[in-house]
């Protein structure tokens, strides 16, 4: 049928956020913002990209092609999402009390990607990944991600990032910006 012709095979790959109050972010921004208050605003990595670099790294370990994952980012019931972009290419964006019907959703418009014979594969694939998972490289990991995040340039020139005081509290600034 046409219906089953326009479906494409696809896996899920999850990410959960524990944030509350507001969340700002669009889909090409490096960093997103929680405001609790307008004294409290914190910034975190853009977790559509975030997810986007699980994926890479599923796909090149499993060698399964990217555009075979859909990337959901679930989000606490504890937050509001201001101004989030909550479907794009290959992602979903909602709170975890929507999740199940988006995923209940979404499967409905796909196909079945692996056999038993592939799953049996790729779950070897997966043991194997996860011996090799030591709290050694996942303390490399944390340290990784940390010096990636803290090491922000201004996507208008290049130059560092840096915490500045503002009126309404602390944000990311450009340390060429005078």
Not at 41 to 57: E, G, M, Q, V, W
Not at 95 to 120: A, C, I, P, T
């Amino acid at each position: 049928t046409a219906a089953a012709a326009a479906r494409v095979p696809v896996s899920f790959v999850f990410e959960s956020k524990n944030y509350s109050g507001w969340i700002f972010g669009s889909e090409r921004q490096r960093m997103w913002m929680q405001s609790l208050n307008k004294a409290t605003k914190t910034r975190f990595f853009n977790p559509i990209l975030h997810n986007a670099s699980h994926i890479d790294a599923l796909s090149e370990c499993l060698v399964v092609p990217k555009e075979h994952f859909v990337s959901y980012i679930a989000f606490s019931n504890r937050c509001e999402l201001k101004k989030v972009p909550t479907k794009g290419d290959g992602y979903r964006i909602c709170h975890r009390d929507d999740l199940l019907s988006f995923v209940r959703s979404d499967v409905l418009d796909r196909e079945v990607v692996f056999n038993g014979l592939q799953y049996s594969t790729l779950e070897e694939r997966i043991v194997d990944l996860a011996k090799a998972s030591t709290t050694e490289a996942r303390e490399f990991h944390v340290q990784d991600v940390q010096v990636a995040t803290n090491g922000i340039t201004c996507p208008r020139c290049g130059g560092k990032l840096v915490e500045r005081n503002g009126k309404y509290g602390t944000f990311l600034g450009c340390a060429n910006y005078s």
